[in-house]
């Protein structure tokens, strides 16, 4: 017949053999947490300059298909209205009616937030000298003219 330990004959069994758990407990030691925290910030310091370069050409292709998108919308504003809409109405008049526009049917994009760049700024509009189209550009990550890589201008 098997015979089971009160509470107070393991705290004796246990002070006898001078251990302070059950061998059935497991865990880790300090030592083999810190290996495993080395080792993942080893895997975090290579892969880390691989995402982020990624996530810049994410941005870059966003601003790229967001400008194509634009220009859809322009067409068809183009279409309505016989006319880009002029320097000052900017893009806005995508998705606002401008005063005196009595042909518009729009909006031709849905709500203005198509109308900021990945990097959370406007995107410039200029319509040509021959009004023969439009200019649509982003000036990238640094928000500054020209550059390379990730704050290079996107344009249309």
Do not use: C, H
Not at 4 to 28: C, H, N, Y
Not at 95 to 122: F, H, I
């Amino acid at each position: 017949m098997m015979r089971f330990l009160q509470p107070s004959e393991r705290l004796q069994s246990s002070e006898k053999t001078g251990r302070a758990r059950d061998d059935r407990e497991g865990g880790f030691t300090l030592v083999e947490l810190l290996v495993v925290l080395a080792i993942i910030a080893l895997i975090a310091t290579l892969a880390a300059p691989q995402v982020l370069r990624y996530l810049g050409a994410a941005r870059t292709n966003a601003a790229k298909a967001q400008i194509r998108n634009i220009e859809s919308a322009l067409e068809l504003y183009y279409v309505d209205n016989a006319k880009y809409p002029t320097n000052e109405e900017g893009l806005n008049a995508l998705v606002a009616q401008p005063a005196g526009e009595t042909r518009w049917n729009g909006p031709y994009l849905k709500g203005s937030t198509g109308l900021k760049d990945p990097w959370g700024r406007p995107y410039s509009y200029e319509v040509k000298a021959d009004a023969s189209g439009v200019v649509i550009r982003s000036l990238g990550k640094d928000g500054k003219p020209d550059g390379t890589g990730e704050d290079q201008d996107v344009t249309n």
